[in-house]
């Protein structure tokens, strides 16, 4: 049986701060993302070559799906929603390594990255509506809906963070009971599964940030 | 009874009752969009989008539970 998945391994103190397992992974990724990243864009070309050519397919999708998604133009939101996307990817399938933990498979990561989205809704829609229009917006479309807008605010923020928490982790979990239970080649199955849920649960959690982003730079009830 | 027991029933209880509301409804959602897409196949791809939104949006009731079920187990303030 595993420790709590609640809980997550300090791995050392850096002064004040304890710095965790899932900390340390995230900053692998970031190094490896960023790395891979500079080194495919180091020389763009207008015939791509294959690397260039994988870049141009990865963008030009996510950026296609956002465009389905909020129905407008998509290069205010790529920048955020695209690393979003690329870096869930990455941080879900993670756990298949040997001997990583997915960092998402704790409450931390989804947590933080709930709140950039949190935050990020409201500076989309204050650029958009201004701070007048966008406040307003919460009394809309009675004074009296007021407080239910502000608590959905709220509670789609937890549930984004959840959603991603719980199926991240109880995937790692049930893989852990499998190989604790059955041994060798019993628990491959479930990690396929486990990649397509790793993927799906980036591509909703992706989604869904562009709807509520789109949502609140919605100008549409001022025209 | 030993509380730890009752925390292990009750985590049991959770997930096993929570996640018959959502299954009932993930079925029916699955089944309304493929009688859509079967209707329209044109529009499959904005109903399949849609239905993945509106499936983790189900699934989120489900994962509720096995939160609280894991709270129970692993953060019970009375078992200590």
Known sequence: MQTS?????????????TITRPVVTTWVLIIVLTAACW???????????????VLEIVVTGIAAQIEDVIRKDSRPFLPLLGTLFIFLVAANLSGLLPGVEAPTSKLETPAALALIVFFS???FGIRARGLRGYLASFAKPKLIMLPLNILSE???TFSLMLRLFGNIMSGEFIIALIVALAGLFVPIPLMALEILIGIVQAYIFTVL??????AAADTFEER | MDPKVIAMIGAALAVSIGSIGPALAEGRAVAAAMDAI???PEAAGTISRTLFVGLAMIETMAIYCLVIALLLLFANPYTG
């Open chain 1, 154 to 156: 709220l509670t789609r």
């Open chain 1, 39 to 53: 080194l495919v864009t180091r020389r763009l070309k207008a015939l791509p070559d294959g690397r260039q050519a």
């Open chain 2, 38 to 40: 079967a209707r329209q």
């Open chain 1, 5 to 17: 998945p609640l809980t997550s391994t300090v791995l050392f103190h850096l002064g004040p701060v």
């Open chain 1, 121 to 123: 809704v409201h500076y």
């Open chain 1, 209 to 214: 940030a562009a709807v509520f982003i789109g």
